[in-house]
Structures are given as structure tokens and as C-alpha cells.
């Protein structure tokens, strides 16, 4: 077919036919190639940035809910200190958690939820 014109050939040889079905071929490996990377590309995990000085953090994911996630931290200082967790949740928005005051050597926990339109959980962050 003429995509210009959107009339058909009427010659309909079999070397057309070989290399229309050889570009039917070429463009579906290219889809599939190029849905690859995008899926893998959305759910790769980059390191989690540094934790915040003074703080002594465990952070994770919910046990039974892989769209919670926390930050457990203690403060190991001489100053009182604030700190959340950050969740990058894929495609959802990302989200922040509870503020946390902790004085020189209190723990406490900052959880986070993400939508669940999303992908989950990407990447947790302790942020001052």
C-alpha cells in the first residue's frame, strides 16, 4: 500500500512479500527491544544516598507491603536532630514520611507509603 496515496500495488510480487513480512519482523524485535529497557530502566535500584552525620539509620521495606517503607534510625550526637524518610516510588509520586526529632541518644522510626498506581518502592533515603 501507498502510505501517501492509500491506494495498493497491484503487482504483489513474492519478493514484496518477503520484505514486507522481514520489516513486520524487524519492527516487532524493535518494540520488544525497546519495551526492554524501558521496564528495566523503571525498576532499577540506585545505592541510597548518604545517611544524614550523627545518625545511625536501618532503612527497608514494609515486611508484608512493598510499598511501605522506613527509616529506623538512632541519633549517635552531641545535638538534637530531625530527620524523614524519602521513598521514590517509581511512577506514583514520591513521598516523604513523618519528621522524626530524636535527642542525643533516642531512636525512633519514619515510615513512608506510596501510591499504588505505582511501580513500588525504588530507592529509600534518609533526609535531614
Not at 515486611?63 to 521514590?88: E, K, M, P
Not at 535527642?103 to 533515603?125: D, F, L, M, N
Amino acid at each position: 500500500m501507498n502510505l501517501f496515496t492509500g491506494t495498493r500495488s497491484k503487482r504483489g510480487t513474492v519478493a514484496g512479500k518477503r520484505s514486507r513480512s522481514v520489516l513486520r519482523a524487524l519492527a516487532a524485535t524493535a518494540t520488544v527491544a525497546a519495551l526492554g529497557v524501558s521496564v528495566t530502566s523503571a525498576t532499577a535500584t540506585a545505592a541510597p544516598a548518604a545517611i544524614p552525620p550523627g545518625l545511625s539509620c536501618d532503612t527497608g521495606k514494609h515486611a508484608i507491603d512493598d510499598y511501605t517503607g522506613f527509616a529506623l534510625c538512632r541519633n549517635n550526637g552531641s545535638q538534637t536532630q530531625t530527620f524523614w524518610v524519602h521513598l521514590v516510588c517509581g511512577w506514583a509520586p514520591d513521598v516523604d514520611g513523618n519528621h522524626v526529632t530524636l535527642r542525643p541518644g533516642e531512636s525512633g522510626q519514619s515510615t513512608a507509603h506510596c501510591g499504588k498506581i505505582g511501580t513500588g518502592i525504588g530507592e529509600i533515603h534518609v533526609r535531614p
